[in-house]
């Protein structure tokens, strides 16, 4: 994965940086800083030779983009809305992500629901100051789990989407083999993030006859993938240890436009 570069117009300092937690330093406690996350430092200095409303616009208007593909195949240059609508096929689809800066660090988890291609809730929260990368996607998935539940009880069928092999792996193909060996890897060689994993197994084993599990590719220009991204480090810079519902304005652009992970 190539390195992401950032760029801050309004902070403690300005100029393009390439690791969050300078970033991160550089506009914490500011409610107008300006700063922005691209994929690559020549889009990056590209972005800073203009305005951050500019920036801004341009990045809103790329969302909305179609293009044309003769095979049908997903493109790079297929827009966030075509690609959302390509994998959401269930009735409520369900996408979450964790961030951990640095790994392991403070972390947090996000939530991005959609009712086939409509978003309609974010959810985000349990920051943890001595997080993982993996604890913090595990916990974005138990929270997943939990709204799966209620969805399904309307007889609604149920998505949840994840950039988290590991996490995925955990739950649908290595944690039955773990209980049968008294949750552990076998002659006793401790499993990491048992807790939470016991506690997303034992929901996932009554939910997994009504929902799908889906991997699906980080910072791919997925948009429920990176709306649940920008949660979680939504999340982690507030330190909000509960995991609650976004009640702010849902503007797309303006949320893809935060901080990213």
Known sequence: M???HYVIWKGKQTGIFDTWSTVQSLVAGMNNAQYMGFPSKAEAEEAFKESYTKALMKRSLASGKSAPSTTGALTKKTSLQQKN??????DINIYCDGACSPNPGKSGS??????????TQLWYGLYDKNGTNNTAELNALYEALKIA???????????ILSDSKYSIDCITKWAK???????TRGKG???????????CFSLYETL???????HVKGHANIEGNELSDRMAVFARVNAEKDFIEYTQS???PTILAMASG
């Open 2 to 4: 190539s390195k992401k």
């Open 85 to 90: 609508q390509t994998l959401n096929f269930a």
């Open 110 to 119: 996000g939530i991005a629901i959609y009712q086939k291609e409509q978003l």
């Open 149 to 159: 539940s209620s969805y399904i009880q309307k007889n609604q069928s149920v998505q």
């Open 177 to 183: 083999g773990w209980k049968n060996k008294g949750w």
């Open 189 to 199: 060689e401790e499993i990491k993030n048992l807790e939470i994993i016991k506690g």
């Open 208 to 214: 997994k006859n009504n929902l799908t599990i889906t």
């Open 250 to 252: 849902i503007d797309i």
